[in-house]
């Protein structure tokens, strides 16, 4: 992804939300924006998905909330960040 743009650049360039983002594994080369896939963030990625798709889902779930929301939940490996998130529902 382009930091570039539009909808990525309100987000990269707001200071919390890039440590948020470099802490799941995001980094910068250039204008590009890129993920660090290591086990262990690709496990952070998947939880911080099932908690934000559950934050929004309290505002008003929809069936397609319910179809990502439950893929995320079932992609996500057992054990590390993920046990936190069980708990948090």
């Known amino acids: 992804m382009k930091t570039s ?3 990525l650049r309100s987000l990269w360039y707001c200071p919390e939300l890039q440590r948020f983002l470099a ?4 980094y910068e080369v250039e204008q590009s924006l890129l ?5 262990g963030n690709q496990i952070l990625l998947k939880s911080t998905l ?3 798709s559950t934050m929004l889902g309290k ?4 069936s397609e909330y319910t179809a ?3 893929l995320l939940k079932s992609t996500a490996t057992d054990g590390g ?7 948090m529902y």
């Open 50 to 52: 099932v908690v934000v």
């Open 59 to 62: 505002l008003g779930a929809t």
């Open 5 to 7: 743009d539009f909808v």
């Open 23 to 26: 802490s799941l594994g995001f």
């Open 35 to 39: 993920f660090n896939k290591t086990e």
């Open 68 to 70: 990502t929301h439950a």
């Open 81 to 87: 960040p993920r046990s936190a998130v069980v708990y």
